[in-house]
């Protein structure tokens, strides 16, 4: 089997979450960046697959180089190959941007049986890069996918869509998205490969190495964009009330009777 | 208090375990306990993240680590919960006596797997009638041909049921008494072996202690361990090794005890103020630190006595064991006394803790037994 | 009989939205989209084109829906490759439809589908694509689409500078609302060398089991979370339910508990809920379940925290034991 290329996301640790106030994107250089959760399902499934078939899995992440310790972690859970998509063009990329420098960087890495990603990123939570970057590939796509085996050489999809489960066929290469609730049990990284990865640094690839159009990077390349941010403060709104159970109690039947929940 | 500088492996390695800790164990821990139900998903984390093979050669696919790291896993994981520590601990009390004491073939043939963690290992040594006294046991085994058959049962074994290997202890030559017995590797798919009863325990409940039966258990002659004869030695040298890590085990129950009870007593407040302010419970967790700091000391130092090659670790070992399993149950038991109440309530953890703890003094040697070890080791420091 | 319309002669610049038909049955998140389309329409002075891609018309379960709708056009594609849902030949389709009549914005509801389909448009026609859009407005002759980030308590809204302007609409963000005109119903007629293929082939599709609860469309709603501390407690919600004509909902760790059953779960997994008033026991507020409940109109929390997050997104807080106060409830209201 060609190999598989998993893509992964940075993410800012919740709480942590920085606007620049200019452009109205996430600060992503100054941030603590954690692996976006949903990708280890997508690194699980390529462990998975790699124990079945013997592939070779290659990890690539689009982000500023404070990504390069996640890249380590996604090598000692079931990664090859570690490769680091950096650029100052790169910043401010909507999922377009995203989807564009993403699909030649797999382009570049051809052939390939499958590439996969978390269902969504839990900043921007679009879940859009998958499908964007196979369409730009030329690929077929699905999301929600829960199972995933090969079959006569042909892919063999478990995915999930709003009324059921649809078992799909479809020749490589595919572009899958995995469902956050695919697995029961997701393995923990390699203590071995943790310590291997240590002196290991990942390849990077700059806009250069790339072959791209500038114009299609960046804020530039970014069709939609933030005009405002406000936030969504968590100051209370309403009306708080202590008191023992049976004050509150009846409060709550007088509240019932004003909305006509009940009757007197 | 004192921060233990570690190497930049050891390092990886207490964040790796402190990571499965928080993820696997942490929010399912008291729920195991309540439902005394055994989760394999843990054991699996601990598995495919390489732990199990710490202490294993770096020829047979292990880390080739010593005490110390063990230690430092075993502290981490028992911060988390005790029962699956006991499952994870209990393994190396059975890939152990392969290290020393097995031929190439049979380092060959389990090492590497246990290495993977595809292999669970346990330790088969108890029965009914031998307890503390470990040499009145009455499983026979009885060489016909190329093979050894096992007759007998052995009771309280950790991993029953869940290992895959289980190192088993059996008398050859009865007549020889203690020089009689020899140590035998069972697989759990030989015929003749079954797994009896699970016990309903005090603590450590997410861990399976079970029955073991061997009726006419048949098992190729490979599978003995050194030779004959050699059984009591394999058992005692296995023993001195593990009783470490029950003092890891005993550090990692005592510290989450003492966290606990006294973060809750700085933030009770009674008669205006929060509890630590008042002498009787501020001194009682000086009293826990002072305890954990030194059982903390004796731990990592004998590990390295240990680890440095030392063939008389037997006294040590024992001194280890006693003194740390002692200290947990002191200080989980004031923990629960320094939260009151609701020290008291299953709710808590901190009551699981001092369940936990208990067994620690009786397992693996009950204390007293090791008092017995360390005062005739000590004469032979001072003919 | 369907008005047939060439490919090349449809009108151009209206606000057009996927209708979603599965199985013969329109999803009504396509319906629910709608209505903001309908007043962007208005304001804008363009047409709201429904859109759906189907491989037979009489199969269609809920045609009488569509007649309802707000739309003032419904252009069907029918071709028996379109029975399965296959997002490339899909994305191809409506690729050349909005090549073709050039659209001034195309909108999905945020279904499964939807999220699926939409970006692969975007990226073959090299346009910006909004998600999970729960408002729309028009600001100085321009859509500006404002969507939570759910990661953190932020408000983004943004604009496409790419037309067609495109974005997934939220599912439960708008009610469907119902036009006054039945619509004009056109089928498109595609060129003869259009190829009719996709990589793709549906083997299998196996229905969910759990039917709908009425959650989704409840107007009272009393929730649980893990504040009930056990199953007894949070079973006792039924009971106040029946009382005041409510349904029961749940947040994600109770149903997880198997305290109730996962079709009452509330939040970003679960459903996504409207009512006039919400009242939540012991629930703390986890991001995921307000995100399905923060629509509500009148929303009181009962909870010994009193900087929980549901304490303070809602209208009444009352800070106490959920368990006694949900009891001495039950004791009143059954005198």
């Known amino acids: 089997m060609e190999k598989i290329i998993v893509c992964i996301k940075g993410v800012p640790k919740p709480g942590t979450i920085k606007v620049d106030p200019e452009t109205h994107t996430l600060k992503r250089e100054s941030l603590e960046l954690i692996l976006n959760p949903n990708d280890r399902a997508a690194l699980e499934m390529a462990g998975r697959l790699k124990n079945t078939y013997n592939t070779e899995v290659i990890v690539i992440s689009m982000g500023p180089p404070n990504v390069v310790p996640l890249l380590k972690h996604a090598y000692a859970l079931s990664a090859d190959q570690m490769i680091l998509l950096s650029d100052k063009a790169f910043a401010g990329s909507d999922t377009l941007a995203t989807s564009y420098v993403l699909a030649k960087a797999i382009k570049k890495l051809s052939p390939f049986s499958l590439v996969l990603m978390g269902l969504k990123s839990i900043d921007g939570e679009t879940a859009q890069v998958p499908p964007e970057t196979a369409s730009l590939l030329g690929i077929p796509s699905l999301t929600n996918v829960k199972n995933l085996f090969m079959e006569n050489n042909k892919w063999i999809a478990i995915r999930e869509i709003d009324y059921g489960e649809e078992e799909v066929e479809v020749e490589p290469p595919l572009v899958v998205s995995i469902s956050p609730t695919a697995f029961d049990y997701i393995r923990p990284p390699s203590l071995k490969k943790l310590i291997e990865v240590k002196s290991k640094e990942p390849l990077v690839w700059q806009a250069k190495d790339l072959d791209l159009d500038p114009q299609k990077l960046g804020l530039q390349g970014s069709p939609t964009q933030v005009v405002e941010v406000s936030e969504k403060k968590m100051e209370a709104k309403g009306i708080i009330l202590e008191g023992n159970p049976e004050e509150l109690a009846e409060k709550l039947l007088e509240i019932f009777k004003e909305k006509g929940l009940i009757r007197l | 208090m004192i921060k233990y500088s570690l190497s930049e492996e050891q390092k990886i390695l207490v964040d790796l375990v402190t990571q499965i800790g928080e993820e696997y164990i942490k929010p399912y821990a008291l729920k195991w306990d309540e439902e005394e139900v055994f989760d394999e998903k843990p054991i699996r984390a601990l598995a495919d993240a390489d732990l199990f093979g710490i202490i294993i050669p770096k020829e047979y696919g292990g880390l080739g680590w010593g005490s110390f790291e063990m230690c430092l896993a075993v502290e981490k994981l028992s911060y988390y919960c005790a029962g699956v520590t006991t499952t994870y601990a209990a393994a190396f009390l059975g890939s152990y006596p392969i290290i020393l004491f097995g031929n190439e073939e049979q380092k060959k043939k389990y090492l590497p797997e246990i290495a993977r963690g595809k292999k669970v290992c346990a330790f088969a040594l108890t029965e009914p009638q031998a307890g503390s006294d470990a040499f009145a046991i009455k499983t026979i085994a009885k060489k016909e041909g190329d093979f050894y058959i096992l007759n007998g049962m052995k009771h309280f074994i950790t991993n029953g049921g869940i290992a895959d290997i289980y190192i088993v202890v059996a008398m050859t030559d009865p007549a020889k008494g203690a020089r009689g017995a020899s140590a035998f590797i069972v697989e759990k798919n030989d015929p003749g072996f079954s797994v009896g009863k699970k016990e309903k325990k005090l603590g450590l409940r997410a861990s399976v202690t079970t029955e073991l039966f061997f009726n006419d258990c048949k098992i190729p002659k490979d599978r003995l361990l050194g030779k004959e004869g050699m059984g009591f030695i394999v058992a005692l040298r296995t023993l001195d090794f593990g009783r470490c890590g029950v003092g890891a085990q005993a550090l990692g129950i005592a510290q989450a005890a003492m966290e606990i009870s006294l973060k809750h007593a700085n933030s009770r407040i009674q008669f205006g103020q929060p509890i630590y302010n008042f002498q009787a419970v501020s001194h009682t967790f000086a009293e826990m630190a002072i305890k954990l700091e030194a059982a903390r000391a004796l731990v990592y130092n004998a590990t390295k006595y240990i680890d440095s090659g030392a063939k008389d670790i037997t006294g040590i070992s024992s001194i280890v064991k006693c003194f740390t399993s002692d200290v947990a149950m002191w200080i989980t038991e004031r923990a629960i006394q320094m939260m009151g109440g609701f020290g008291y309530m299953r709710d808590y953890p901190v009551q699981k803790y001092f369940r936990d703890a208990k067994c620690l003094q009786i397992y693996e040697g009950t204390n007293e037994i090791q008092r017995n070890i360390i005062a005739r080791e000590l004469i032979k420091y001072y003919k | ?335």
């Not at chain 3, 610049?13 to 998140?29: F, Q």
């Not at chain 3, 045609?63 to 028996?80: G, H, T």
């Not at chain 3, 198997?258 to 509330?266: D, K, N, P, T």
Request: glycine share 8%.
């Open chain 3, 1 to 335: 009989m369907l008005e047939k319309v060439e490919l090349e002669n449809l009108s151009k610049g209206n606000i057009v939205a996927y209708g979603e038909i599965y199985r013969g049955e329109l999803n009504t998140s396509s319906l629910e989209i709608l209505s903001p389309l309908k007043e962007i329409g208005k304001t804008l002075n363009k047409k709201l084109v429904l859109v759906c891609l189907i491989d037979s018309l009489k199969d269609i379960k809920n045609l009488e829906e569509i007649r309802k709708s707000l739309a003032d056009e419904v252009w069907f594609v029918i071709n028996e490759e379109l029975k399965d849902f296959r997002e490339d030949l899909y994305a191809e389709v409506l690729v050349k439809i909005i090549e073709s009549s050039q659209p001034y914005g195309f909108f999905f509801p945020a279904t499964k589908i939807g999220m699926s389909l939409a970006p692969r448009i975007a990226g073959a026609l090299n346009i910006g694509l909004c998600a999970h859009v729960n408002s729309l407005e028009v600001k100085d002759n321009q859509i500006v689409m404002a969507r939570p980030t759910y990661g953190e308590n932020i408000i983004a809204k943004l604009i496409s500078k790419s037309t067609p302007v495109m974005a997934t609409i939220s599912l439960g963000a708008f009610s469907i609302k119902y036009g006054i005109e039945e619509p004009l119903m056109k089928e498109i007629v595609f060129p003869k060398d259009f190829v009719w293929k996709s990589k793709l082939k549906i083997r299998n599709f196996t229905p969910f089991k759990k039917k709908p609860t009425k959650l989704s469309t409840a107007k009272v709603i009393v929730a649980g979370g893990r504040g009930l501390k056990n199953k007894e407690n949070f079973q006792k919600l039924f009971e106040l339910a029946e009382i005041l004509g409510a349904e029961v909902g749940a947040t994600r760790p109770v149903c997880y508990e198997g305290w109730v059953e996962e079709e009452r779960m509330i939040g970003i997994s679960g459903v996504i809920v409207r009512p006039k008033v919400y009242i939540g026991f012991g629930i703390s507020g986890a991001l995921q379940h307000t995100v399905g409940m923060e629509n509500s109109e009148y929303i009181i929390a009962i909870n010994t925290d009193k900087e929980a997050p549901l304490v303070k997104m809602a209208n009444l807080a009352l800070i106490g034991d959920a368990e006694k106060i949900l009891d001495l409830l039950l004791k009143k209201l059954s005198k």
